[in-house]
C-alpha cells in the first residue's frame, strides 16, 4: 500500500475511531472512579451511538474497531499465556478444567434449540461462558457466519456475561466461605468459573493474596483455551458450510499470533517492559473493540432476544460453577 492511499485510508477510518475512542475512554473513566465493569459500560455507552454505524463518515472506523482491534487485542492475549502455568495448577487441575470448559461448550450447543435459539448461539454464549467472557465471545463470534442476528447476539452476549460476572465476583467469596473453601480451592474455584478476567482478580484477592494469585492463574489458563476452541469451531463450521459459503478460515491468523505469543513468553524471550505494554494494549484494544460492538447495535433489534436466552447462559453459569466444584470435592 502506498503511502497516499495508506493516508485516505486513515482519514476514511479517523472519524469513527475517534468516536469509538471517547465511548472507550468514557467506559474506562466510570470503571475507574465509580467500579463498575468496563466492558459492560463499554457496550452500554455504545448502543445508544447505533445510528452512527450506519453514517458513511464514522461506519468504516466504527467497523475497523469491532473487526481488526478486536483480533489485535486477543492476539496481545497470548503475553499473558505461560507453559509454567500448567505446572502451577497441577495436572489434575488441569483436567478438570478442560473438562468444565468442554462440558459447559457442549451443553450449550445442545440446549440452544430448546430457546429458539440455534446452536451457533450455543457456542457463542458457551464458549463466552466457560473460557473469559467478552474476550472469547468476541473471538468467537469472528468466526460464525455473517447473519443479521450475529452482532445482536453477540452484543446480548457480552452484556449478559459481563452482568454474571460482576455478580458472581460478589457472591463467590462468601460461598467459598460458606463452603470452607481453602485458600487454594477458593482461588481454583473463583478462577475456573467467573467469566471475565477483572472479576476473577477482584474476588480472589477479596480473600487474600494467595487465593487472588492462584485465581488469576487458574483464570488465565481458561485463556489459553480459547485457541483450540476457536480452532475446532473453526474445523467444525468448514465442514458442515457449502463449498459456495464465506468459510472462515481454519486458524484465524490472530489466534496463530496469540500462540505465537503465548509461546516466545513461555521461553522468556519477550521481555517484561514488552508484556507490561502488550498487556495495556491488549486490554484497550478490547474494550474499544467492545464499544464499537455496542455501536453496531441495534437496541430494537435486542429486545427481541427475549429472556430465555438469558435464563439460558445463567444455567450456563450455574452449570461450570457445579462442575468445578464437584471436583474440587471429588
Given at each position: 500500500?502506498?503511502?497516499?492511499?495508506?493516508?485516505?485510508?486513515?482519514?476514511?477510518?479517523?472519524?469513527?475511531?475517534?468516536?469509538?475512542?471517547?465511548?472507550?475512554?468514557?467506559?474506562?473513566?466510570?470503571?475507574?472512579?465509580?467500579?463498575?465493569?468496563?466492558?459492560?459500560?463499554?457496550?452500554?455507552?455504545?448502543?445508544?451511538?447505533?445510528?452512527?454505524?450506519?453514517?458513511?463518515?464514522?461506519?468504516?472506523?466504527?467497523?475497523?474497531?469491532?473487526?481488526?482491534?478486536?483480533?489485535?487485542?486477543?492476539?496481545?492475549?497470548?503475553?499473558?499465556?505461560?507453559?509454567?502455568?500448567?505446572?502451577?495448577?497441577?495436572?489434575?487441575?488441569?483436567?478438570?478444567?478442560?473438562?468444565?470448559?468442554?462440558?459447559?461448550?457442549?451443553?450449550?450447543?445442545?440446549?440452544?434449540?430448546?430457546?429458539?435459539?440455534?446452536?451457533?448461539?450455543?457456542?457463542?454464549?458457551?464458549?463466552?461462558?466457560?473460557?473469559?467472557?467478552?474476550?472469547?465471545?468476541?473471538?468467537?463470534?469472528?468466526?460464525?457466519?455473517?447473519?443479521?442476528?450475529r452482532d445482536q447476539n453477540l452484543s446480548f452476549t457480552v452484556i449478559s456475561v459481563t452482568v454474571l460476572s460482576t455478580v458472581a465476583m460478589i457472591l463467590y467469596p462468601i460461598l467459598a466461605n460458606t463452603l470452607g473453601?481453602?485458600?487454594?480451592?477458593?482461588?481454583?474455584?473463583?478462577?475456573?468459573?467467573?467469566?471475565?478476567?477483572?472479576?476473577?482478580?477482584?474476588?480472589?484477592?477479596?480473600?487474600s493474596e494467595e487465593t487472588g494469585d492462584v485465581s488469576t492463574v487458574v483464570k488465565l489458563f481458561r485463556v489459553t483455551l480459547l485457541a483450540p476452541v476457536v480452532f475446532i469451531g473453526a474445523l467444525v463450521l468448514r465442514?458442515?458450510?457449502?463449498?459456495?459459503?464465506?468459510?472462515?478460515?481454519?486458524?484465524?491468523?490472530?489466534?496463530?499470533?496469540?500462540?505465537?505469543?503465548?509461546?516466545?513468553?513461555?521461553?522468556?524471550?519477550?521481555?517484561?517492559?514488552?508484556?507490561?505494554?502488550?498487556?495495556?494494549?491488549?486490554?484497550?484494544?478490547?474494550?474499544?473493540?467492545?464499544?464499537?460492538?455496542?455501536?453496531?447495535?441495534?437496541?430494537?433489534?435486542?429486545?427481541?432476544?427475549?429472556?430465555?436466552?438469558?435464563?439460558?447462559?445463567?444455567?450456563?453459569?450455574?452449570?461450570?460453577?457445579?462442575?468445578?466444584?464437584?471436583?474440587?470435592?471429588?
Open positions: 500500500m502506498s503511502p497516499a492511499v495508506a493516508a485516505t485510508h486513515a482519514r476514511t477510518l479517523m472519524p469513527g475511531l475517534l468516536i469509538v475512542a471517547s465511548v472507550a475512554m468514557a467506559a474506562q473513566f466510570i470503571a475507574d472512579h465509580y467500579g463498575a465493569p468496563v466492558m459492560l459500560m463499554a457496550i452500554l455507552l455504545g448502543i445508544p451511538l447505533q445510528f452512527l454505524s450506519e453514517d458513511p463518515k464514522t461506519a468504516p472506523g466504527i467497523h475497523f474497531a469491532a473487526r481488526v482491534l478486536l483480533r489485535v487485542g486477543v492476539a496481545l492475549l497470548g503475553l499473558r499465556i505461560s507453559f509454567d502455568m500448567v505446572a502451577a495448577i497441577g495436572w489434575t487441575q488441569v483436567a478438570i478444567l478442560t473438562a468444565g470448559v468442554t462440558a459447559t461448550i457442549l451443553l450449550s450447543v445442545a440446549i440452544a434449540p430448546l430457546v429458539g435459539k440455534d446452536r451457533l448461539f450455543g457456542f457463542l454464549t458457551g464458549g463466552s461462558v466457560a473460557i473469559c467472557g467478552a474476550s472469547a465471545a468476541l473471538a468467537i463470534s469472528s468466526i460464525l457466519p455473517k447473519s443479521p442476528e473453601l481453602d485458600a487454594q480451592q477458593a482461588g481454583i474455584f473463583m478462577g475456573g468459573t467467573i467469566h471475565d478476567v477483572a472479576q476473577v482478580v477482584g474476588a480472589g484477592y477479596s480473600i465442514k458442515h458450510q457449502s463449498n459456495g459459503a464465506d468459510r472462515p478460515p481454519l486458524l484465524p491468523l490472530f489466534i496463530l499470533a496469540f500462540l505465537i505469543l503465548a509461546a516466545l513468553n513461555s521461553y522468556d524471550l519477550v521481555p517484561t517492559p514488552v508484556t507490561d505494554a502488550a498487556n495495556v494494549i491488549s486490554r484497550a484494544a478490547l474494550v474499544v473493540a467492545v464499544a464499537a460492538v455496542g455501536m453496531k447495535t441495534s437496541l430494537e433489534q435486542l429486545r427481541f432476544v427475549g429472556p430465555a436466552p438469558m435464563i439460558m447462559i445463567a444455567s450456563q453459569t450455574v452449570f461450570i460453577g457445579l462442575f468445578v466444584l464437584a471436583g474440587l470435592f471429588l
